[in-house]
C-alpha cells in the first residue's frame, strides 16, 4: 500500500511536510512528464531497490547514497530523493533520472515515512529505555501475537533510518506495530515520537547509556523521557516500570498511564524470585485475584521485569492471560546473523556453558551479567570466567564506570577474568588491587585474548563473554564454540 501514488504526490507530501516543520521547500529537477511516473515504494539501498522505487540519498559518516543515483537510475528507480547541495554541485552534469531536492535527506525520509503511518489508525507501541529494550520489545510483539498481526522491529532498526524503515513496511494486514526507539545523542527520541507517532510507551528502565553525549543519568533520563511526555501531548498511554525510579519520576503527573511492579502495589503486580541455578528467575503474575505462575526460559536478572512489561501491555490491549502465559513461556531471545546475542546460554563443544551477551554493554547491563554468571552453576571442577570487551560511549565517567566494574568482579564469585581494550585496564587494575580469589588478565588484541581463553577453558567451566558493539566479543564466542 502506497499513498504515493505518483512523483507528483510524492513531492507534493514532501512540500507539505517541509512547510509544516519550516524547512526550505523541496524542488523538482526534471521533464514535467515525469511527475506523472508511478511510485511504488521507498528505498535507500540500491541493492533492494524495486522498479518504480523512490530513492532516498542518505549520508552518513562512512557513505553517501549520492555516489549510488546513476545505479539507482539503471534498476529502474521512479526519481531521486538528493540533497541541495549535491544537486547544486552537478548543475553543469545532470543527474542520470528526475530527482527532487531537499535540505535534508535524512528529514525529508522521516517525512516520508510519518505520512506513510498515518494511513494506519493501529495500536503502535513505541519501546525506549536504556537496557532491556529489544527482549522487551520481542516479548510484547510475541504477546499480542496471540491476538494481532505485528510488526515489529527487525534487529537494531531503531534510529533515525532504521525507524522510518520501519513505518514503511506497516500494510494494511497489520493490526498493531511494536518498534524500539533508541538514542545516543539529546532530541533523537523526540524527533523519532514524531515520525512515529505511538499511541502507546514504554521506558524499560533509565541507566547509563551513551553518557559520552547524554552525559549524566539526568541527562539520560530528560531524553528517554521525551516519549512520555509526547504520549502526554498526544493522548497516548505510557506503561511505568515503578521499580525503576527514574521512571517512576517521569511518569508523574501523566494523563493515561498503566504502572507494573515487582515490589510495589501497582495497576499489573508481579512476584519473582532469585535466579535458579539457570540463571532464570521465577515470575507469578496478578491478573485480578487470579496468580498466574509463568515459567520463563530466558536468563537474566531484568527476564521478569521484561515479561511483566509485556504482560502490561499485552493486558491493555486485550490479551487473554492464558494466551499471554504461553507467549511468555516459549519466549527465546532473538538470534543474530553476525553470532552476536543477549544473553543466550550455549554449550561449547567441549562441554563448556557460553553465556554469549555480545551484542552491546553499558555499565547496568554488565553489571546485570556479572549477577547472571554469578547465578550458573558450573559443573564438578567447573569455574566462572568472565571475559570483558570495552563498554563505550561513556565519555569523562568512562574510567570510573570500567573500575566499578573491576571492583564488582570478585563479588561475583568469578576465579578468571580477562579483559580486553583499552579501557578494560581500568577493570583489569581494579581486580588486581582488590587482592581476592580472582585472577585477572590484561589483553591489547583480541588473537591474545583468545589464545589465553582456549587454554584456559575447561569442561563445566561457565563463560561470560559480553563487550560493546564495536568490540566484537561475538568473535570470541565463535573461537571457543567449536573447542
Known amino acids: 500500500m502506497s499513498l504515493f501514488g505518483t512523483v507528483r504526490n510524492l513531492l507534493n507530501i514532501l512540500c507539505a511536510e517541509a512547510a509544516a516543520e519550516a524547512a526550505a521547500q523541496p524542488q523538482f529537477v526534471g521533464p514535467t512528464a515525469a511527475l506523472r511516473r508511478s511510485v511504488r515504494g521507498v528505498s535507500t539501498d540500491t541493492r533492494s531497490l524495486k522498479k518504480g522505487d523512490a530513492f532516498v540519498a542518505l549520508a552518513g559518516e562512512n557513505f ?16 531521486a530523493i538528493v540533497a541541495n547541495a549535491w544537486n547544486d554541485e552537478r548543475e553543469r552534469d545532470p543527474a542520470p533520472l528526475p530527482v527532487i531536492s531537499v535540505a535534508d535527506t535524512l528529514a525529508a525520509y522521516g517525512w516520508l515515512a510519518r505520512a506513510h503511518r498515518l494511513q494506519f489508525q493501529i495500536p503502535v507501541i ?34 533515525l533510518v532504521g525507524v522510518p524503515a520501519m513505518m514503511l513496511r506497516m500494510n494494511p494486514q497489520h493490526t498493531a506495530a511494536v518498534i ?5 545523542m539529546p532530541g533523537e527520541i523526540e524527533s523519532l515520537c514524531r515520525i512515529l507517532r505511538p499511541t502507546h510507551g514504554i521506558i524499560t528502565n533509565i541507566g547509563r547509556e551513551h553518557l559520552e553525549l547524554l552525559g549524566t543519568i539526568e541527562g539520560v533520563a530528560q531524553e528517554e523521557g521525551s516519549l512520555f511526555r509526547w504520549l502526554a501531548a ?32 501497582a495497576d499489573l503486580r508481579g512476584i519473582s524470585g532469585p535466579l535458579n541455578e539457570l540463571g532464570t528467575p521465577s515470575l507469578a503474575i496478578r491478573f485480578g485475584e487470579k496468580e498466574w505462575p509463568i515459567a520463563l526460559q530466558t536468563p537474566g536478572v531484568h ?70 554468571l554469578r547465578a550458573l552453576r558450573p559443573g564438578r571442577g567447573g569455574r ?6 570495552d563498554m563505550r560511549e561513556l565519555g569523562a ?35 588486581v588491587a582488590a587482592h581476592g580469589a580472582t585472577q585477572s588478565q590484561h589483553f591489547a588484541e583480541k588473537k591474545g585474548l583468545i589464545a589465553a581463553l582456549q587454554s584456559l577453558l575447561n569442561p563445566n567451566d561457565v563463560v561470560l563473554v559480553k563487550g560493546s558493539r564495536g568490540m566484537k566479543m561475538e568473535e570470541v564466542v565463535a573461537a571457543i564454540m567449536d573447542r
Not at 524500539?180 to 545516543?184: A, K, M, P
Not at 502465559?325 to 543466550?344: I, N, T
Not at 570500567?402 to 579483559?419: D, R, S
Open 303 to 372: 527476564t521478569a521485569t521484561n515479561a511483566l512489561a509485556a504482560a502490561a501491555v499485552g493486558r491493555a490491549l486485550k490479551v487473554p492471560p492464558a494466551s499471554l502465559k504461553r507467549a511468555l513461556e516459549s519466549f527465546q531471545p532473538p538470534k543474530y546473523k553476525g553470532g552476536y546475542a543477549r544473553l543466550a546460554i550455549a554449550q561449547s563443544a567441549s562441554g563448556a556453558t557460553i553465556l554469549n551477551d555480545t551484542y552491546n554493554a553499558n555499565p547496568d547491563s554488565m553489571l546485570a551479567a556479572l549477577h547472571t
Open 126 to 159: 513505541a519501546v525506549a529505555g536504556s537496557n532491556g529494550k529489544t527482549t522487551t520489545k520481542e516479548m510484547i510483539a510475541d504477546v499480542l501475537s496471540a491476538r494481532y498481526n505485528v510488526l515489529r522491529t527487525e534487529g537494531n532498526l531503531n534510529n
Open 234 to 265: 498526544n493522548g497516548g498511554t505510557a506503561f511505568v516500570n515503578l521499580d525503576d525510579r527514574n521512571v517512576a519520576r517521569l511518569a508523574k503527573g501523566l494523563p493515561t498511564s498503566v504502572s507494573y511492579s515487582l515490589r510495589k502495589p
Open 397 to 431: 565517567s568512562s574510567a570510573t564506570e570500567h573500575q566499578n566494574i573491576g571492583e564488582a568482579i570478585p563479588k561475583m564469585k568469578v576465579a578468571h577474568a580477562l579483559f580486553f581494550g583499552t579501557e578494560m585496564q581500568q577493570a583489569h587494575r581494579a581486580v
Open 384 to 389: 566462572r570466567i568472565a571475559v570483558l570487551g
Open 64 to 79: 553517501d547514497g549520492h555516489s549510488f543515483i546513476r545505479t539507482a537510475a539503471e534498476r529502474g528507480a521512479a526519481i
Open 180 to 184: 524500539e526507539i533508541g538514542t545516543n
